[in-house]
């Protein structure tokens, strides 16, 4: 799985979820402080990281993703 | 001791979404039953219900209401509710409120069941796919006092905050309750009322196995409802939500508010005889109208309209009994009627609905028919407004509500002198 192709999934994942504008969602963008989430947002927006990928993302690594950035580089390690 | 009036009102309902839109086609004699389109029932006992309309004129768009991704994460009930009291809250015209001001608003909109679509497929959700994937949401979406914290934070309403579970008497007890609130100086304004969406299959089952629904009317739907008919077998579900703002009398004259009609009288009582079958001479329901009487300080002859619980099942003819023994020789002068006979029976927010629909009986003056009345019994003294409204003086109405558990509520609402 190419870094690209993660990114434009993630990047599907959050527009749907939060229901913004695909252009705000850039690398360094926060969930919580630039895209309106709140923390049962991120609650929901893992699980969907989780089921889109196949993977499991345990509690005290869910809590280090906090922008966009932060989920591709996650994802990208643990596929 | 403070007046409590009606001026604001909302409702979403399987004839529309809108207050006037549904009181048109109550009028009207139209239906909202048809096939059941939101699963595939042909399972099921009772293939038909009175689905909230989601296209046509008229018809309910959640979108109106609430952005997609909030919609998502809140079962269709709470939709329904927000629906209702953005309605009832913009109609009631509150204004720009102050902090200070918010403080005295508070919210007690309830449900019978709440979440129970979502509670059924969040189970089957755990067992396809194991307790991780539950959402996040699924509480929150899923708890009935969440529609009176929804409308609380959306409106920054910071009064009291609280949410009334009485199966099918909730809408009634509801705004009974918010009135008291008001009345002993708890909140100046309240909005109230309740909301069910329980269109789903396991409600459906879960009120066929109680041998509650009418399962005979595959073939014509809308003639499955039909309160004190001979061919009755059972209610028809329906969905939706009715929400009123009460208001302090004073603080309504002052701001010069519409007033729809006082809330003079609200009665409770309990059955203590059956989980689900009122008692034969139905003694609970009499008690909470003549309550509601006493708290009204008027007398049974001074009922003009009657909004019945009637909801299609062998228990009309007991309430209808009850009411008869309460107007005494009044009851040849009176009208009831049942408006579950056009939206079906749509459990906790039935008793909210059929508020508004005794307000506009006033406002109106005019009482709205029951439909499919063919063969009424033979002893009704009261006229029952056979498929046909019925203009007349409508001063002050009765609505009664009756629920599982042997729950049972009265309102009294009057009209206000101009």
């Known amino acids: 799985m190419s870094e690209n192709d993660i990114e434009t999934r993630v990047r599907k994942i959050v527009v749907e979820h939060l229901g913004v504008e695909e252009d705000k969602v850039t690398e360094n963008a926060s969930f919580i402080d630039d895209l309106g989430a709140d923390s049962l947002d991120t609650v929901e927006l893992v699980m969907a990281f989780e089921e889109e990928f196949g993977i499991e993302i345990p509690d005290d690594a869910a809590e280090t993703i906090q922008t966009f950035g932060d989920a591709v580089k996650y994802i990208k390690d643990a596929v | ?418």
């Open chain 2, 1 to 418: 001791m403070r007046r409590v009036v009606i001026t604001g009102m909302g409702m979403v309902t399987p004839l529309a979404s809108g207050v006037e839109a549904t009181w048109r086609r109550i009028l009207d004699g139209q239906s909202g039953a048809g096939p059941i389109t939101r699963f595939d029932a042909s399972g099921l006992a009772t293939t038909y219900a009175c689905e909230v309309p989601r296209s046509g004129a008229d018809a309910f768009d959640a979108d109106d209401w609430l952005e997609p991704k909030e919609q998502r994460k809140v079962d269709d009930f709470i939709i329904f509710g927000i629906a209702a009291a953005e309605q009832a809250i913009a109609d009631a015209a509150l204004g720009d409120l102050g902090e200070a001001e918010r403080e005295r608003v508070g919210v007690m909109i309830g449900s019978g069941i709440g979440g129970l679509e979502s509670i059924a497929e969040t189970a089957l959700l755990i067992r396809d796919k194991g307790p991780r994937r539950v959402s996040p949401f699924f509480i929150p979406g899923a708890l009935i006092n969440l529609v009176s914290g929804q409308v609380s934070i959306r409106h920054g309403f910071k009064g009291p905050n609280h949410s009334v579970v009485t199966a099918c008497s909730t809408g009634a007890h509801a705004i009974g309750d918010a009135s008291r609130l008001i009345r002993l100086g708890d909140a100046d304004v309240m909005v109230a009322g309740g909301a069910e969406a329980a269109i789903c299959e396991i409600g459906i089952a879960g009120f066929n196995a109680c041998k509650a629904l009418s399962t005979k009317f595959g073939d014509a739907p809308e003639k499955a409802s039909r309160p004190w008919d001979s061919e009755r077998d059972g209610f028809v579900m329906g969905e939706g939500a009715g929400i009123v703002v009460l208001e302090d009398l004073d603080r309504a004259r002052a701001r010069g508010a519409r007033i729809y009609a006082e809330v003079i009288g609200y009665g409770l009582s309990g059955d203590a005889y059956h989980i689900t079958a009122p008692p034969p001479d139905h003694e609970g329901a009499e008690r909470a109208m003549r309550a509601a009487l006493r708290s009204a300080g008027i007398a049974p002859a001074d009922i003009d309209y009657v909004n019945a619980h009637g909801t299609s099942t062998m228990a009309d003819t007991i309430e209808m009994g009850a009411v008869q023994r309460l107007l005494g020789d009044a009851a040849g002068a009176a009208t009831m009627s049942s408006t579950k006979s056009a939206t079906g029976h749509l459990l906790g927010a039935a008793g909210a609905i059929e508020a508004i629909f005794s307000v506009l009986a006033i406002r109106d003056q005019v009482a709205p028919p029951t439909l499919n009345l063919d063969t009424p019994p033979e002893d009704a003294i009261i006229d029952l407004a056979p498929n046909a409204k019925v203009e007349r003086e409508i001063d002050v109405a009765l609505s009664n509500s009756f629920g599982f558990g042997g729950t049972n509520a009265a309102l009294l609402l009057r009209r206000m002198p101009d």
